[in-house]
């Protein structure tokens, strides 16, 4: 066993020789791999970073053109309130906080985190049988 393993140790180290020669390249591929390597980083930045942040400002600016008066919403801080009116010219929106005590507060419009969806006052088939 041992006698095998040290006679394919032996054939391996014959075998490195022609695989150094091999491995030596002229300086212009060494360049044009390195340039090609430098195009790869650059596309895969811009696929793991760029692409994704500009879909995100996209989505955002679509939500703060949606806005409307009476509107569910909840800003970054986690408040949830009523939109109480959007003025998109100055970015800010005045939410209605408290009904009882008609508290508003104005926030900017970029605060806006998340618009609930309206509900809609159909029942389930479930409920009518």
Not at 51 to 62: G, N
Not at 101 to 123: A, G, L, M
């Amino acid at each position: 066993m041992i006698s095998q393993f040290l006679c394919r140790l032996v054939l391996f180290a014959q075998d490195t020789e022609p695989v150094a020669q091999k491995m030596q390249q002229s300086p212009q591929q060494t360049m044009f791999s390195f340039i090609c390597m430098i195009f790869l980083f650059l596309i895969a930045m811009y696929l793991l970073f760029i692409l994704p942040k500009r879909r995100q400002e996209k989505q955002m600016k679509q939500l703060f053109d949606s806005l409307k008066k009476n509107d569910k919403v909840m800003t970054s801080s986690g408040i949830i309130a009523l939109v109480h009116s959007v003025d998109k010219e100055a970015g800010e929106v005045v939410l209605k906080v408290d009904d009882s005590n008609n508290t508003k507060i104005r926030f900017s419009i970029q605060s806006i985190y998340y618009v609930f969806p309206e509900k809609t006052d159909q029942k389930s088939d479930s409920s009518e049988k």
